[in-house]
């Protein structure tokens, strides 16, 4: 794994703190993004309740808050 990695789930988690989504779109998180196998990349996912899209291209990969996960009944 990447060092910068934490760093870039940090910035995911500050962003989808105040929006629902966010594109990674800058070359250097791409990179660090990228460099994750799927398998790794959905347990990163998972763990913090998001969704990921990887688009047909690879000039973005976005992160959504997973409703279905963060969902948790009184």
């Known amino acids: 794994?990447?060092?910068?990695?934490?760093?870039?789930?940090?910035?995911?988690?500050?962003?989808?703190?105040v929006k629902p989504e966010y594109f990674v779109t800058h070359p250097s998180e791409l990179r660090?993004?990228?460099?994750?196998s799927d398998e790794e990349l959905r347990?990163?996912?998972?763990e913090h309740g998001w969704r990921v899209v990887r688009r047909v291209g690879g000039r973005q990969i976005e992160f959504?808050?997973?409703?279905g996960v963060s969902f948790r009944p009184l």
């Not at 959504?64 to 409703?67: E, K, L, R, T, V």
């Open 32 to 36: 660090v993004v990228r460099a994750l």
């Open 43 to 46: 347990d990163i996912t998972r």
């Open 64 to 67: 959504y808050n997973d409703a």
């Open 1 to 17: 794994m990447d060092d910068q990695l934490p760093a870039v789930i940090a910035k995911i988690a500050r962003v989808l703190a």
